[in-house]
Each structure stands twice: as C-alpha cells, then as structure tokens.
C-alpha cells in the first residue's frame, strides 16, 4: 500500500489538538456529582419518578428512543467531522454540526431513560 493513502491514526496526526490537561479529572468530578444527585433523587426525594405517574410509558419510550437516536446521530456527525478531515493547522472547528453546537459528541439526552423507564 502506498504510504501517502494510508490511514493515520488520530494520535499520529499534526492537525488535531490534544486534549485539555484537566479534562479527565473534570469528568470523573462531573460523574461524582452525577451519581450524588441521581442517588439522592432516586432513593431519598424521589422527584424524578413523578413523571411515570403522569405519562404513560407507551408515550415516554419513543421519545425516549427518538431523543438518543437523535443524539447518536449528532455524536456520528461530530466524529465524522473531527476525524475524517484533515486540516492544515489545528484550529477551532466552526462547520458543518460545529456551527450549531459546540460539542454534538457529547449531547445525550438522558432524561427519560434513567429513572422514568419504570
């Protein structure tokens, strides 16, 4: 195979930016505080369970499905764009998914799913 056509991986690459040196610390605080709050909720306020009184789950499971199908699809094209493309320097990306939000790869909207699937 020609070297020119093979595939670099993503750590090989000059024209991607590496990641923030706080970043992994940050999101294992973030999932800390997560778990806290979904703990306490489920188990001592029990708030989030109120809306499986109120709407059926016929009704909640599609948008459920519908709301990460969505996101998947936001997350893929965010990846796609990021990877796929190379660029001559690293730079803000301000395209494509990019010029709606900021960070598509990250957007998962659970707030259905957790508790509410009862």
Known sequence: MNQNNKVKKHRD????????????AGQIVLFLIFLTVWIIDSFILKYSVTLCKYIPLYIRLPVSLALL????????????K?????????????????????????LVP?????????
């Open 110 to 118: 659970c707030c259905f799913m957790a508790d509410c699937v009862c």
């Open 13 to 24: 690459r000059d024209d991607l930016t590496g990641e923030h040196i706080f970043g992994d």
């Open 82 to 106: 990021v990877f796929d493309e190379i660029r001559d320097r690293p730079a803000v990306i301000q395209d494509g998914i990019f010029s709606r939000m900021r960070h598509p790869i990250y």
């Open 69 to 80: 199908l969505g996101s998947a699809l936001l997350a893929r094209a965010g990846l796609y």
